[in-house]
């Protein structure tokens, strides 16, 4: 069975690490990353099945990554996770086909369904 790479970008470092656990613990191999550019940065880019990156990050964005990966044409099945929800934000999510808008503190199972919907391509 192939393990699916699953990249979790946040700054907020205890955010990071109890995503990534929970990636692990349900079989998913997972990385994480502090920032956008540290993952951009990272071999694991080309690797990776489905991306979970907090909206609000110094330098560049959630929304930014999203942008940057798109207009590059390296699209990745996206959740954003934020603790400000903002309707902008949620429609832009809407409008671009970003598989979950979640806001902080969300269910395990709501991160581990749309993880499902971005691997089984169902988005």
Same mark, same amino acid.
Not at 9 to 23: K, N, P, S, T
Not at 26 to 48: H, N, Y
Not at 52 to 73: E, F
């Given at each position: %069975?192939?393990?699916?790479?699953?990249?979790?970008? &946040?700054?907020?470092?205890?955010?990071?690490? +109890?995503? !990534?656990?929970? %990636?692990?613990?349900?079989?998913? +191999?997972?990385?994480?990353?502090?920032?956008? @550019?540290?993952?951009? !940065?990272?071999?694991? /880019?080309?690797? $990776?099945?489905?991306?979970?990156? &907090?909206?609000? %990050?110094?330098?560049?964005?959630?929304?930014?990554?999203?942008?940057?990966?798109?207009?590059?044409?390296?699209?990745?099945? $996206?959740?954003?996770? =934020?603790?400000?929800?903002?309707?902008?934000? !949620?429609? /832009? +999510?809407?409008?671009?086909?970003?598989? +979950?808008?979640?806001?902080?503190?969300?269910? @395990?199972?709501?991160?581990?369904?749309?993880? !499902?919907?971005?691997?089984?391509? =169902?988005?």
């Amino acid at each position: %069975m192939k393990r699916h790479l699953i990249a979790v970008i &946040d700054d907020d470092e205890d955010v990071r690490d +109890a995503i !990534r656990g929970l %990636m692990r613990s349900v079989g998913f +191999a997972a990385e994480a990353f502090s920032s956008a @550019q540290e993952f951009l !940065r990272s071999k694991q /880019f080309s690797k $990776t099945a489905c991306l979970i990156t &907090d909206v609000n %990050m110094p330098a560049m964005s959630g929304i930014d990554l999203c942008r940057h990966l798109s207009g590059a044409g390296a699209a990745i099945p $996206t959740i954003l996770i =934020t603790a400000y929800p903002d309707d902008d934000v !949620r429609s /832009f +999510a809407e409008a671009t086909g970003i598989i +979950a808008y979640l806001v902080k503190p969300f269910s @395990q199972e709501d991160l581990l369904d749309g993880i !499902r919907m971005a691997l089984d391509g =169902t988005a």
